[in-house]
Every structure is written in structure tokens, then in C-alpha cells.
Nanobody, 119 residues
Framework: QVQLVESGGGLVQPGGSLTLSCQAS????????IGWVRQAPGKQREGLSC????????VVANSVKGRFTVSRDNAKNTVYLQIHSLEPEDTAVYYC????????????WGQGTQVTVSS
């Protein structure tokens, strides 16, 4: 069982940057591909990015390419999502999720962290 915990969300002004973190309890993240997914109010979940267990494969959705960067530090058991040039449309709950590889459906999900972009 993998328990994921996201952190780093908050209120940010448009144009600002934010780094979200995903950590695991009860297990280690190094054996899992980790993805980031968001859900805005009234909208479906949107897959953003995924990084393989070793970090050698990264997938980024076209809608956020160039602004969102995923990385991982397996020594710290943490995966990061850096978000730049935030827009009000980025307001959502951001989740990290784990699977064996990025191509599979996610087996484990965190509770999410709220990101609000507003002036």
C-alpha cells in the first residue's frame, strides 16, 4: 500500500510560480511511476505529466508543456511539479498518483493540494 501526500499548494498571483511536492508514507516512491493530475471545479480530471520510476522517461501534456516540469529525487522519496507562468485557468486541486509505469492506470492517489491563481 502506498500513501501519497501532496504539498505546496496555495494562493498565487497570475504569472507566479509554484512547486508542488509528492511524498510517500508506508512505502517508497522509487519503485513507481508518478503522475500529476488536476481537477478544476466543474471539469474532468486532466492528466498533466508523468515521470517513470527511474526518471528516464517523462511525459507532459501538450496543454501545459513549457510551463510544467516534473522531476524526482528518489533519495528524498519525493516527486516535484514545478509550475511557471501561472494562469487563473490553472486553479484546481492537484493530485499525484502512482502506477507501475506511466502507461498504466494509476493505482494509488493522494488527497490533493489546492492551487488557486488569483490577484
Amino acid at each position: 500500500q502506498v500513501q501519497l501526500v501532496e504539498s505546496g499548494g496555495g494562493l498565487v498571483q497570475p504569472g507566479g510560480s509554484l512547486t508542488l511536492s509528492c511524498q510517500a508514507s508506508g512505502s517508497t516512491l522509487k519503485d513507481f511511476a508518478i503522475g500529476w493530475v488536476r481537477q478544476a471545479p466543474g471539469k474532468q480530471r486532466e492528466g498533466l505529466s508523468c515521470i517513470s520510476a527511474t526518471g528516464d522517461k517523462i511525459v507532459v501534456a501538450n496543454s501545459v508543456k513549457g510551463r510544467f516540469t516534473v522531476s524526482r529525487d528518489n533519495a528524498k522519496n519525493t516527486v516535484y511539479l514545478q509550475i511557471h507562468s501561472l494562469e487563473p485557468e490553472d486553479t484546481a486541486v492537484y493530485y499525484c498518483a502512482a502506477s507501475e509505469i506511466c502507461e498504466y492506470e494509476y493505482d494509488y492517489w493522494g488527497q490533493g493540494t489546492q492551487v488557486t491563481v488569483s490577484s
